[in-house]
């Protein structure tokens, strides 16, 4: 018994010199979104606000002052969202909104039918789907309302078009499944 002890602990002690050589992980490297993506979904964005513009105040806005006015949140309601640890009602409109632009742009790049289902509860956890058929494409966790409210268009874009890109992916690496049973029929 004693010798497969002592292999054992010989085993560990490589295992404990092999882990100080690892480099400490760093922060990932975010590249720039793909810029069709992203006119696609700032034009998405200002059609769905529009369609809430019901007596057309801001029909005449450029898309970008269009999302600073109607979409963005400032910071004085980010500070008020942080500090009661209770979602605003900016967040609540943003997520919603955000995950159906998103959806809307997948729809147009894949020729998919691509639903979107985003809630948030009064802590600020929630969770947004964007799902096609019985696959789940996106799914991403809100805890404390993070990253939601976004009070800069960039990061909003930014986020927007890191889901959309996942979501392409995701069904790109299925593509031959869904093509020769169709989404609905995929077992997961």
Same mark, same amino acid.
């Given at each position: 018994?004693?010798?497969? &002890?002592?292999?054992?602990?010989?085993?560990?002690?490589?295992? %404990? /010199?092999? /882990?100080?050589?690892?480099?400490?992980?760093?922060?990932?490297?975010?590249?720039?979104?793909? !810029?069709?993506?992203? =006119? &696609?979904?700032?034009?998405?964005?200002?059609?769905?606000? =529009?369609?809430?513009?019901? %007596?057309?105040?801001?029909?005449?806005?450029p898309p970008l002052e269009k999302l600073e006015k109607l +979409?963005?949140?400032?910071? $004085? =309601?980010?500070?008020?969202?942080?500090?009661?640890?209770?979602?605003?009602?900016?967040?609540?409109?943003?997520?919603?909104?955000?995950?159906?632009?998103?959806?809307?742009?997948? $729809? #147009? !790049?894949?020729?998919?039918?691509i639903q979107s289902t985003a809630e948030i509860n009064g $802590?600020?956890?929630?969770?947004?789907?964007? +799902?096609?058929?019985?696959?789940? @494409?996106?799914?991403?966790? @809100?805890?404390?309302? %993070?990253?939601?409210? %976004?009070?800069?268009?960039?990061?909003?874009?930014?986020?927007?078009? #890191?889901?959309? #890109?996942?979501?392409?992916?995701?069904?790109?690496? +299925?593509?031959?499944? /869904?093509?020769?049973?169709? @989404?609905?029929?995929? #077992?997961?």
């Open positions: 018994m004693e010798p497969m &002890a002592n292999e054992n602990a010989a085993l560990q002690e490589r295992e %404990f /010199t092999g /882990t100080a050589a690892i480099r400490p992980r760093s922060r990932k490297v975010r590249k720039e979104p793909d !810029q069709e993506l992203a =006119d &696609a979904l700032v034009r998405r964005l200002c059609q769905l606000l =529009d369609a809430g513009d019901f %007596f057309g105040r801001h029909a005449l806005l +979409y963005l949140a400032s910071s $004085e =309601d980010k500070s008020q969202s942080e500090f009661n640890c209770a979602v605003s009602p900016k967040v609540r409109q943003q997520v919603p909104l955000l995950f159906q632009a998103m959806a809307g742009v997948m $729809e #147009e !790049q894949t020729g998919f039918m $802590e600020g956890f929630g969770r947004g789907l964007l +799902y096609s058929g019985r696959v789940i @494409l996106v799914l991403r966790s @809100l805890r404390a309302g %993070f990253p939601f409210p %976004f009070t800069s268009a960039e990061k909003t874009i930014r986020y927007g078009a #890191e889901c959309i #890109e996942e979501g392409l992916a995701f069904l790109d690496k +299925y593509k031959e499944i /869904t093509s020769q049973h169709g @989404l609905l029929s995929l #077992e997961g």
